[in-house]
């Protein structure tokens, strides 16, 4: 017998485990974005957009660009030498802050 205050994501039963894991995975996510919102607030950037080098550039930001280079929309304006290399600065934009402009 349940309390009836008691969230029912407390009772033992086969997908309490489950929801502790997605309560324990949304909580992790929330602190990311709040890191991430940190670092933003700070002026460093997180990378979140990007466009990549075209022959026949649409967007100002593709000018430029030689082929497989990308470069950040999001507020830096670095270019990167890889589309993976811009995915590993959006994975991790604080190993090697980059200042906004
Ligand atoms: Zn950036």
Known sequence: MFHP???SRYAIGPEAG???DADIEQAAN???GRARDAHYDAGFC???????YRP????PAQHG???GQVRCTAGCN??????DAWTQAC???????IRRH
Not at 46 to 52: I, K, L, N, R
Not at 56 to 59: E, G, L, R
Not at 78 to 83: L, P
Request: proline fraction near 14%; charge should be negative.
């Open 5 to 7: 205050d008691e969230p």
């Open 18 to 20: 489950a929801l502790r």
């Open 30 to 32: 929330a602190a990311e």
């Open 46 to 52: 997180t990378h979140g957009s990007a466009v990549a």
């Open 56 to 59: 026949d550039p649409h967007h």
């Open 65 to 67: 660009l030689q082929p």
């Open 78 to 83: 670095t270019v990167f030498e890889s589309d």
């Open 91 to 97: 994975t991790d934009p604080y190993s090697d802050p």
